[in-house]
């Protein structure tokens, strides 16, 4: 059987759309993975921690105003950095995703430290009280056969940084399997509104997110697939960002017809069809 002859999964209760929120809490460690030379840009770095400081306390409030659970992906780094904001994510009932350690890139990093950036990840999650993280997010969603390697031989259940498809699927390489959540440079707002001193995204108008997303929902809704939506704190968090996404979030659940779910959720009730299909 082919990917394109997957069933259509049927979402608890038969709603026609499941929608994932996810949020790489980057912090400081998006900029210090990027070279030593960071570690001195302390502009830089302190809109690295806008995210937890203004970002994630706004995205927490928006998120209990619907009821929504969602899925964050934290690097060890920023873990060991701001505790307490690993603590809110826990208390409020949300999946903490792995998303390496100091944030680097596996596709320019040595295989030791591809090894490192997943340990330590892992490590420092861990020591905070955080359930086992059962997925995975790629930096920048660069994914080496390594890290790939590492994923299956540590046990993650899902990965979330690869775009073979628009619905889930099973990523392969080599010989090994995973159950891949897929992403997309269209449903993330790094390239819309990540610019900095160097280069990056063109402060886009933030009423073409909620244009673009809210098709996205109403496409995913009529074809009834999941689909999900990548967004880093110290970017969705400016309020006038974030005012244009619960609308698109308003939008999602005055359909009453979209289940939203973590991403773990989401792997544990279609890896059971999708790996028996693949194997």
Same mark, same amino acid.
């Given at each position: 059987?082919?990917?394109?002859?997957?069933?259509?999964?049927?979402?608890?209760?038969?709603?026609?759309?499941?929608?994932?929120?996810?949020f790489d809490v980057d912090a400081e460690a998006g900029w210090l993975g990027e070279g030593d030379e960071y570690a001195r840009r302390l502009t830089i770095l302190s809109e690295g921690r806008y995210g937890v400081t203004r970002g994630v306390p706004r995205i927490l409030d928006l998120l209990a105003r619907y009821d929504i659970s969602a899925t964050f992906f934290v690097p060890g780094h920023t873990a060991q950095h701001h505790?307490?904001?690993?603590?809110?994510?826990?208390?409020?009932?949300h999946e903490i995703g792995h998303h390496g350690h100091l944030h680097l890139r596996s596709d320019?990093?040595?295989?030791?430290?591809?090894?490192?950036?997943?340990?330590?990840?892992?490590?420092?999650?861990?020591?905070?009280?955080?359930?086992?993280?059962?997925g995975y997010r790629?930096?920048?969603?660069?994914?080496?056969?390594?890290?790939?390697?590492?994923?299956?031989?540590?046990?993650f259940l899902?990965?979330?940084? @690869?775009?073979?498809?628009?619905?889930?699927?099973?990523?392969?390489?080599?010989g090994l399997e995973i159950?891949?959540?897929?992403?997309?440079?269209?449903?993330?707002?790094w390239p819309r509104f990540g610019w900095n001193i160097d280069g990056?995204?063109?402060?886009?108008?933030?009423?073409?997110?909620?244009? @673009?997303?809210?098709?996205?929902?109403?496409?995913?809704?009529?074809?009834?697939?999941?689909?999900?939506?990548?967004?880093?704190?110290?970017?969705?968090?400016?309020?006038y960002r974030l005012g244009q996404f619960e609308q698109v979030?308003?939008?999602?659940?005055?359909?009453?017809?979209?289940?939203?779910?973590?991403l773990d959720e989401v792997a544990e009730l279609v890896a059971p069809r999708l790996l028996r299909v693949a194997s």
């Open positions: 059987m082919t990917i394109q002859d997957f069933p259509t999964a049927d979402w608890p209760g038969g709603k026609a759309a499941a929608v994932s929120l996810t505790p307490a904001m690993v603590e809110s994510l826990l208390d409020a009932g320019k990093v040595s295989e030791q430290q591809q090894i490192d950036e997943i340990d330590k990840g892992l490590e420092a999650l861990e020591r905070l009280g955080v359930p086992r993280p059962q790629s930096t920048s969603w660069e994914l080496t056969p390594e890290t790939f390697g590492l994923l299956v031989d540590r046990g899902y990965d979330s940084s @690869c775009m073979g498809d628009d619905r889930p699927y099973v990523e392969s390489w080599d159950l891949e959540l897929p992403v997309h440079w269209s449903l993330d707002d990056g995204g063109n402060v886009a108008d933030p009423e073409e997110l909620r244009r @673009c997303w809210t098709a996205e929902f109403e496409s995913a809704r009529a074809e009834r697939r999941h689909t999900s939506f990548t967004m880093h704190p110290e970017v969705i968090g400016r309020p979030v308003a939008h999602m659940a005055e359909s009453g017809d979209v289940w939203f779910a973590r």
